[in-house]
């Protein structure tokens, strides 16, 4: 396993009004080839900011991002060196992210075009990438609005799979689908994550998806990861008080075993998030340390990370009750 | 453009421009003038500029619309006007929706201070009643036909770069920009293979609409001596020989109501052309 991404320290800005609002404020975070790291957390919470800071949309202020060995700059009006076109993005909106005057052959086989390929045989090459993708190969020639929104999101992956990605950031990719399409296209991603051996990180709030397609989960809450360890780890023995509430909140069929535990209170305004540790005015188990101090990622002795003082590094998980 | 014609031809459902009375007449009102003024030759009766009858001659079999002061049959000189008028307008609009447009992408990709120069000065210009701007640059540049189109199409631009500026400023945000700039498209071919596309239509349609509006400036430069020189058969030069010889109703009448057919035809069409082309109303119209 190759480490294919690794970000340090990570902070993104945004100026509302004049006014600094940190939706991403210092995230650690390492993928792997051949792996989907799910990032999930609540709405709001960064994860998108995240994604698109990865692939050079958004500039971080602080840390850096680095991809195969390189530095991640931003996207500039000039052509992005060919390095990170190994680095692709698939958007949550199927309609939005394709162009809807341009036959979706020529929209594939652009960046091959781009690229230096001849025309003919990128478009045969997006054939192919079609096919891979479950389409016929003749619906190069038609247009995204002859298609579903899940088709169409195959079609953006197959966008994305003609740069030959090592790694993909797929940003909340099947949200916007129905629920049959959902599946499909989430096997899909699993498929191609293992046959081209790239590295993924799977954005999503959907976390019943999450943990069926993920290797490891990262958890995000108000611009932090608060932990982020193997699919095991976090649903069977989460050690942060809020995974614990968010696995806790995914309803279950027979209603009994998990009831949905509300947490109190809000998220925070990003603009002003609370002192110490972000999650502590929710926190039921928060003690007086946690509204001056802001806990460190630790590393416990399973290997997963998080971010709670009742977490000692190099230690087991202590299990997190709450009420 | 040939893409766009072909797609109306194909297009048998409820907002073809075919179904559409208005653009019909239009179209045929625009048939029968280019008709004329390619056949000219053929069709008029005299030579335009032959000053073989008597002067101030009443409208009859002889000469169907009467002759002017220099002794010219008014019907022939009005076939050969359109010769001018219609050719002319046309080259306006594409003069100016080119340049428009060029200035309009620019300005909406590179946004920040370039769109905020190039926006205040199309205000500059906007601000400006037209034909008084018009006749000012033509003015400085000397009465020539030639000079009037250069004149016109200053004046014309800045709502063609509004329009396209608008267009692009809203197409960029669009995933799919992002998307091509990630597969390694610069900034230059985004905007050629991503946003062109989106552009054409709307352009289409304002031109069609400006088409109309151009032979009146045009013509109305023309009037002011600005324009077409004598002894060209111009529509707007000969309303203004009948403006000064107001009791002859005739010298200034029939060149003024081919003016007014010309530009109601364009503006017909223009209009049928936005509704069945304006996307949202399509698709309003489709649903």
């Known amino acids: 396993m190759k480490e294919i991404l690794n970000l340090k320290n990570v902070a993104v800005e945004y100026d509302r009004h004049g006014r600094k609002v940190r939706a991403v404020a210092g995230v650690d975070l390492t993928l792997n080839s051949g792996e989907i790291l799910g990032l999930v957390g609540e709405s709001g919470c960064g994860k998108s900011t995240l994604g698109k800071a990865i692939v050079g949309i958004l500039s971080p202020i602080t840390g850096e991002i680095v991809f195969d060995g390189q530095k991640v700059k931003k996207l500039t009006r000039g052509k992005r060196p060919e390095h990170f076109r190994n680095l692709q993005m698939v958007f949550q909106d199927p309609y939005g992210s394709l162009n809807p005057r341009r036959k979706i052959g020529m929209q594939i086989a652009d960046g091959l075009i781009v690229a230096g390929m001849s025309k003919k045989l990128a478009l045969l090459k997006a054939e192919d990438l079609l096919e891979k993708v479950g389409l016929p190969r003749n619906a190069v020639g038609r247009f995204p609005h002859q298609f579903s929104g899940g088709q169409r999101q195959r079609i953006s992956i197959a966008r994305a799979l003609a740069a030959s990605p090592t790694a993909i950031i797929a940003d909340e990719p099947i949200s916007a689908l129905d629920t049959s399409s959902q599946a499909q296209v989430a096997n899909l991603l699993v498929n191609l994550v293992d046959e081209f051996d790239m590295g993924m990180v799977f954005i999503s709030h959907d976390l019943s998806i999450v943990r069926r397609i993920s290797d490891r989960v990262a958890v995000m809450y108000l611009g932090k990861i608060v932990e982020v360890g193997t699919v095991d780890q976090i649903w069977n023995n989460p050690s942060h008080p809020y995974t614990r509430a968010l696995i806790s909140a995914i309803p279950h069929a027979d209603g009994t075993s998990f009831m949905p535990k509300d947490l109190p209170g809000d998220v925070p305004n990003p603009m002003s998030p609370p002192s110490g540790c972000r999650f502590h005015p929710r926190c039921p188990l928060a003690k007086a340390e946690c509204a001056s101090n802001e806990p460190e990622l630790r590393k416990l002795a399973d290997g997963r990370d998080v971010s709670c003082v009742l977490q000692t590094a190099g230690s087991q998980p202590v299990t997190i009750t709450l009420n | ?287």
């Open chain 2, 1 to 287: 453009m040939s893409a766009i014609l072909k797609k109306f031809k194909r297009s048998k459902n409820a907002n073809s421009i075919w179904r559409q009375p208005l653009a019909v007449v239009g179209i045929s009102i625009i048939a029968i003038w280019t008709f004329l003024a390619i056949f000219a030759p053929w069709i008029a009766p005299y030579d335009p500029n032959a000053q073989d009858a008597d002067k101030f001659l009443t409208p009859s079999a002889a000469h169907w619309m009467g002759t002017d002061e220099l002794n010219r049959d008014i019907w022939s000189r009005i076939i050969y006007g359109a010769r001018i008028s219609l050719p002319y307008s046309l080259l306006l609009v594409v003069l100016s929706a080119t340049l428009g447009s060029i200035i309009g992408a620019i300005s909406g990709y590179a946004g920040g201070k370039v769109d905020a120069v190039i926006m205040r000065i199309t205000d500059v210009f906007f601000a400006f009643p037209g034909i008084v701007l018009a006749m000012a640059v033509a003015a400085a540049l000397g009465p020539q036909i030639r000079n009037a189109v250069i004149a016109i199409t200053i004046v014309a631009w800045p709502i063609y770069a509004r329009l396209v500026r608008g267009l692009i400023l809203n197409a960029k945000q669009n995933d799919y920009v992002t998307a091509s700039a990630l597969l390694g498209s610069s900034a230059l071919r985004t905007m050629v293979v991503d946003l062109r596309p989106n552009l054409s239509g709307p352009v289409f349609v304002l031109a069609s609409l400006e088409v109309g509006n151009a032979l009146l400036l045009l013509s109305g430069l023309s009037f002011l001596g600005l324009g077409a020189q004598p002894p060209a058969a111009e529509w707007g030069s000969m309303v203004s020989m009948g403006a000064v010889n107001f009791d002859r109703w005739w010298v200034g009448l029939f060149p003024g109501l081919a003016i007014l057919t010309a530009v109601l035809a364009f503006n017909f069409i223009g209009d049928s052309l936005r509704d069945a082309l304006d996307p949202r109303t399509a698709k309003a119209l489709r649903d």
